[in-house]
């Protein structure tokens, strides 16, 4: 079925609400979305292969911090989506590199991740310079790299394949965020290894998918759109079982 940007994103705000996440994280999570969607990067898809590991998760929990110094913090989402993690993680590394000029955040053991793209939006809004990168356990390798500038909403975004397998093991469910008050963090790609596959999404391009979405609308599976309004009730059910145990006359003038 073909949404409006607006109905996107309040569906997803009462489904994530149904889910358990706080109204806050809800509403960002449902930015996130809606963002990614609206600029041609597939937040629809994303949310419809991640909604199942959501409702396993049940209440969005906080990440918890392995180590920190005044630069670099390292956080556990502890195998959880990132739209539940994103928000108090990446204000962190804003107020680090507010403060200090830079910071360098890495969020392990979370997935959903590109949909964190939305988010930086935010923080490039609000003039930091932000680079995240992050690779895919595919066959083959895969990494993303997603550069803004301070002011600029919009992304440059590369999306490329590695020929050789790197010797680090280690799974591949981390983002990198790199955030700077005053120097452009813009990637460049430069790789001993051969890159193929390259995709690139300059801020001109997205910025022209997004007038043509706003226009033309957005494609929502029929049954991811039946899962979130089924989601979205659960609120209803609340809201209706409050209502009942809260009717009726007070016990004072006061109530």
């Not at 956080?75 to 590199?97: F, K, M, P, Q």
Request: negative net charge; contains cysteine; aromatic residues 6%.
């Amino acid at each position: 079925m073909n949404v409006s940007h607006n109905e996107l994103e309040g569906i997803c705000r009462k489904a994530f609400q149904g889910i358990g996440f706080s109204e806050g994280d809800a509403a960002d999570a449902a930015d996130m979305v809606a963002w990614m969607e609206v600029h041609g990067l597939g937040g629809i898809a994303a949310l419809k292969k991640g909604v199942h590991f959501l409702l396993k998760e049940g209440e969005s929990q906080p990440p918890s911090i392995i180590y920190q110094d005044a630069d670099v913090t390292v956080l556990d989402a502890h195998g959880n989506s990132i739209l539940g993690n994103a928000s108090l993680a990446l204000e962190l590394g804003y107020v680090r590199a507010r403060a200090r000029g830079l910071s360098v955040t890495k969020i392990r053991h979370c997935h959903n991740r590109i949909l964190v793209i939305g988010y930086l939006s935010r923080l490039a809004r609000r003039g930091m310079n932000v680079t995240a990168f992050w690779r895919n356990a595919h066959d083959p390798l895969t990494e993303l790299v997603v550069g803004f500038r301070a002011g600029h909403p919009i992304p440059d975004l590369c999306f490329y394949s590695l020929e050789a397998v790197p010797d680090d093991i280690e799974k591949n469910d981390g983002i990198t965020l790199v955030m700077a008050n005053h120097v452009d963090l813009m990637p460049g790609l430069r790789s001993s290894q051969p890159l193929t596959n390259l995709i690139q999404h300059s801020e001109p391009d997205l910025v022209a998918r997004k007038a043509q979405l706003l226009t033309a609308g957005m494609e929502v599976d029929d049954d991811l759109w039946k899962t979130l309004k089924s989601l979205a009730d659960r609120l209803l059910v609340e809201a209706t079982e409050d209502s009942r145990s809260g009717a009726g006359a007070g016990t004072n003038d006061n109530d």
